[in-house]
């Protein structure tokens, strides 16, 4: 099998697993202890994540502290619902579910514009109660870049806070300036069902979940030691590998582009991480391809939309029409995905779509 589906989840890093085993078989007799619990097997336990966290800091801007989840989505449910109560939230129109959702439910939301190629522009107008302004870093579908640091000078401006989802930018690019980021760990190679929640130094959250607060008080929960140790040596890896998997996806992506030249790209080409390659055919029946290709490893749009039967609203913000956007795949790859692969998925699918005659 060839896996193209990166921006869905990505493979577990070696280091990770064996950061995590220690916590999972019970190695030097401490590896199930609760990080919370006083005695030594407890204090062993808080240690992992204490090194944990450090590691997951130091990709980070300074001046902010970390707060661990179960799931990015957790840590936006947390951002959003705990930075306060009145006034407007605006997100981007290509905001991931949980960020549009989240904030659809809570009270104002207002949508802010992108263009043709996926970027949203800092210059537009923000309702004058805005209290909160989420915009991703890099898009989970089109993979656009967004000018995350000129957004957190218009929330300033704007005396309003910015939550920036950074889940497909940590560890591969420098994250931006921001007051609360977001990521989850598998999406850099760690495991899944942990994330975590930087707050900016001086921004108070009121907590989401009560019980015992085991997180600064505001994320309460018993945290895996194994889950966390993960995420830790995941990040550990990205920050030492981040140039070389940066050229190692550069070098994919111009072997892509070339060997599927027939296809039209959705979103822009140089505000871009080049790590997802979002491509349609005219005419294409994406359902059809994938039970031809059934080999290759690709999405019709992001993991959480697929089998919903709705167009993807990230498509529709660009302005594709219905059917542009269902003649659309993803195609995601990274570290691990190997050029042969990518040879041989763009043979299979250029051959697949070539078959329906598009």
């Known amino acids: 099998m060839i896996y193209l589906d990166y921006q869905a989840t990505t493979p577990l890093a070696p280091e990770a697993r064996e950061a995590m085993l220690q916590w ?20 062993q336990a808080r240690a992992a994540i204490e090194v944990a966290r450090d590691q997951v800091a130091a990709l980070f801007p300074p001046g902010g502290s970390i707060v661990f989840t179960g799931s990015a989505t957790e840590a936006i449910n947390l951002a959003i619902r705990g930075s306060g109560a009145g006034g407007t939230v605006a997100v981007s129109a290509i905001e991931h579910a ?16 992108v263009d043709g190629k996926g970027v949203c522009d800092p210059d537009q107008a923000l309702p004058a109660d805005t209290r909160l302004i989420c915009v991703m870093q890099v898009n989970n579908e089109i993979g656009t870049i967004q000018p995350a640091g000129r957004w957190h000078g218009r929330a300033q401006d704007a005396g309003a806070l910015y939550l920036c989802d950074a889940v497909q930018a940590y560890g591969k690019l420098l994250l931006a300036d921001a007051d609360l980021i977001t990521i989850s760990a598998h999406k ?8 975590a929640l930087w707050i900016r130094d001086g921004v108070k959250l009121t907590a989401q979940m009560t019980g015992g607060g085991q997180e600064a008080g505001i994320r309460s929960g018993t945290l895996s ?8 040596a995941a990040a550990a890896v990205a920050a030492q ?12 992506w111009k072997a892509a582009r070339r060997l599927m030249a027939d296809w039209d790209l959705n979103g822009s080409e140089m505000d871009r991480w080049h ?3 979002n491509l349609r055919r005219e005419g294409l029946d994406v359902n059809r391809l994938m039970n031809d290709c059934r080999e290759v490893m690709f999405s019709a ?14 498509l529709a913000a660009i302005g594709l029409t219905t059917r542009e956007a269902k003649n659309s795949i993803r195609l995601g790859f990274g570290r691990y995905t190997t050029m042969v692969q990518i040879e041989e998925a763009a043979r299979l699918l250029n051959e697949g779509a070539e078959a329906q005659g598009v």
């Open 24 to 43: 999972l078989d019970g190695t030097d007799g401490g590896g199930f202890g609760n990080p919370h619990s006083p005695h030594r097997m407890g204090r």
């Open 98 to 113: 949980a960020v549009l959702d989240t904030a659809g439910a809570i009270g104002p939301c207002h949508r802010l514009k």
């Open 188 to 195: 850099f190679h760690g495991p899944k069902g942990v994330g």
């Open 225 to 232: 030691p194994a889950l966390v140790a993960g995420m830790g």
């Open 241 to 252: 590998r981040m140039d070389d998997d940066r050229a190692h996806v550069e070098r994919l």
């Open 275 to 277: 790590g997802n390659l």
């Open 301 to 314: 749009g992001s993991a959480c939309a697929s089998g919903s039967g709705r167009t993807s609203h990230v």
